[in-house]
């Protein structure tokens, strides 16, 4: 029952900052609003297994994917704040104002991946689940992982539709969510 009382006390916040997607099936704060609900039953279910046998393999892959998570969430947020211009205004109430970017960042991180930090959700979602890697939160996971590839797929074509088509040619130049790989 505690379990069930911290996961519903995460996710208010959640839900009170994703407000103004849950009710547009089609943009990708939809399907991000769900992959980080998966994250935090994930959470929920291992949080007592965070410090347990902290020098096994499975801990420390975990830890790695954590601090990986970490970076490419702050490495995103200083690439996006510096590329901000004051005076200029994206027009759009169901994009955080981070997201709200008038110009197609390209530096740092951005050169590699798209979306990193989708990309360190789905570091954190695995991070996560390696805490206690059972088979029953196995689909939990997977979920997640899928949600965050769909969030990815539908922001991309939101930024199609913003950016054009230096954003297409930014797209063929650079992976969704792991560098080199995917």
């Known amino acids: 029952m505690d379990k069930v009382i911290l996961f519903i006390a995460l996710s208010i916040p959640v839900i009170f900052f994703s407000k103004e997607s849950l009710f547009d099936f089609r943009r990708h704060g939809f399907t991000r609003f769900f992959s980080w609900e998966f994250i935090l039953a994930l959470f929920v279910i291992n949080y007592e297994m965070w410090f347990k046998d902290p020098l096994s393999v499975k801990q420390i892959i975990s830890w790695l994917l954590l601090i990986v998570s970490a970076w490419f969430v702050t490495e995103a947020a200083i690439r996006l704040r510096r590329a901000s211009k004051p005076g200029v205004v994206r027009v759009d109430e169901k994009l955080f104002r981070f997201e709200k970017t008038t110009e197609l960042v390209t530096t740092g991180i951005y050169s590699y991946i798209r979306h990193p930090m989708y990309s360190s959700l789905l570091f954190l979602a695995w991070g996560i689940w390696l805490k206690q890697p059972l088979a029953a939160t196995l689909p939990v996971a997977l979920l997640a992982s899928w949600l965050l590839w769909l969030t990815a797929k539908r922001d991309e074509q939101e930024c199609l539709a913003w ?15 792991i560098p080199f790989i995917l």
């Open 163 to 177: 950016f054009g088509d230096s954003y297409r040619e930014y797209m063929l130049r650079t992976k969704r969510l």
